[in-house]
């Protein structure tokens, strides 16, 4: 098998593991009916007792990610609640044990679902890295880690990256 090398950009990810094993919620959908993607968000909110869920939209859809921090056992069993977000994006989080979101020129933080649950530790080093590196405006400021953990992993894409040409590569 040979792999074409005519990527056009070079595109990263920010992962969901945090230092201490544990991992944070992150939603794929590919589908354009936000009033959907808000209502199952709402109801795992509700059934998994997450805090605030930020809801991003991104080129085909809509992506979202609660700072929470929970076990992998707790992400599976909120992923196994989930009826419409994109499978590809479930299976490849539990074959690699955490999820990615492809960060790029296409997302764009839309809004938020509030919430009263507050009983998770939250990782400060995503809430930094989504403030700093891609603009995001969240102010919360209850419950978070002293954390400074993050792993971004990076990719040739043909889509929504940082050019090549522009990074020498």
Request: hydrophobic share 35%.
């Amino acid at each position: 098998m040979t792999i074409k090398n005519d990527f056009k950009y070079r595109a990263f990810g920010v992962t969901n593991l945090c230092d201490n094993g544990h991992q944070l919620p992150f939603f794929d959908y590919d589908i354009n009916d936000l009033t959907l993607v808000m209502y199952e968000l709402s109801r795992i909110q509700f059934k998994h007792k997450l805090s605030k869920i930020y809801i991003l939209k991104s080129t085909h859809g809509y992506n979202a990610f609660s700072l929470d921090k929970l076990t992998k056992e707790e992400i599976e069993k909120l992923y196994n609640d989930c009826k419409e977000m994109d499978s590809l994006f479930i299976a490849y989080s539990k074959k690699r044990c955490y999820a990615t979101l492809r960060m790029g020129l296409d997302k764009e933080l839309i809004g938020s679902i509030a919430s009263s649950f507050n009983i998770y530790s939250k990782s400060l080093s995503h809430k930094n890295f989504f403030n700093e590196i891609m603009d995001f405006n969240i102010t919360d400021n209850i419950n978070f880690d002293n954390g400074n953990f993050i792993r971004i992993v990076s990719f040739l894409s043909n889509k929504n990256g940082i050019l090549r040409s522009v990074l020498n590569d």
